[in-house]
Nanobody, 133 residues
Framework: VQLVESGGGLAQPGGSLRLSCAASGFTFEYYALTWFRQAPGKAREGVACITNNHETYYEDSVKGRFTISRDNARRMVYLQMNGLKPEDTAVYYC????????????????????????????WGQGTQVTVSS
């Protein structure tokens, strides 16, 4: 699993950025893709997830501002970030995991996608997002 993020940078409060994650080395359409972020001195947190079936999950503080999407043909996942706030400043990481099933139900779901004990198969190197005036 290889993931390469891009699109980070400096934005003003209220501004927008679009992060991209290019994937290779795995069967993209079978995988869930998740954006995480980690700010200095803080724990890593899940931001948004899109499953192989295009279901989406969001962290509460970004709902209505961020949108995750995927393009299976291009093997890309995106995070459109609008209404940026200084507290969105962090390194943003893309992660991927093949969706697995237990008793017919996906093990990655709304309850598990952002938990620290859910292990993703691969991670990108991260891209810095800074929101400041």
């Amino acid at each position: 699993v290889q993931l390469v993020e891009s699109g980070g940078g400096l934005a003003q409060p209220g501004g927008s950025l679009r992060l991209s994650c290019a994937a290779s080395g795995f069967t993209f359409e079978y995988y869930a893709l998740t954006w995480f972020r980690q700010a200095p001195g803080k724990a890593r947190e899940g931001v948004a997830c899109i499953t192989n079936n295009h279901e989406t999950y969001y962290e509460d503080s970004v709902k209505g501002r961020f949108t995750i999407s995927r393009d299976n043909a291009r093997r890309m996942v995106y995070l459109q970030m609008n209404g940026l706030k200084p507290e969105d400043t962090a390194v943003y990481y893309c992660a991927a995991d093949r969706v697995k099933y237990s008793f017919g139900l996906p093990t990655l779901n709304e309850a598990t996608w952002s938990t620290h004990n859910y292990e993703y198969e691969g991670w990108g190197q991260g891209t810095q997002v800074t929101v400041s005036s």
